[in-house]
């Protein structure tokens, strides 16, 4: 089975997002975060689902929510390498 590894800036970002709508509208916080993980795990099977961005940086819009998932595909799966809102300045955080 493939699977999705979160870096240390994958998983402050959602943390982040999360702690933000948790405050403010709880019951997003729980579906987006839900959908976040269901879209990392739908590309650790289908890592090449993504469109790219640059050099091996892919990028994967979240079903029903206005963020995307950065990431790159590694072996046995993907790495998760940013979580952003699409209209933040996202475009160079994948190397970060």
Request: hydrophobic letters at 45%.
């Amino acid at each position: 089975m493939s699977r999705a590894h979160w870096t240390v800036l994958a998983r402050a970002d959602l943390g982040g997002i999360d702690d933000f709508y948790q405050k403010h509208a709880p019951d997003f916080a729980e579906q987006l975060g839900a959908a976040a993980l269901k879209a990392s795990r739908f590309l650790a099977e289908r890592p090449r689902a993504g469109a790219v961005l640059e050099g091996d940086i892919r990028k994967w819009r979240i079903t029903g929510f206005d963020y995307v998932l950065l990431y790159r595909v590694a072996a046995g799966g993907i790495e998760v390498l940013r979580m952003h809102h699409v209209r933040q300045n996202w475009r160079r955080s994948g190397r970060d």
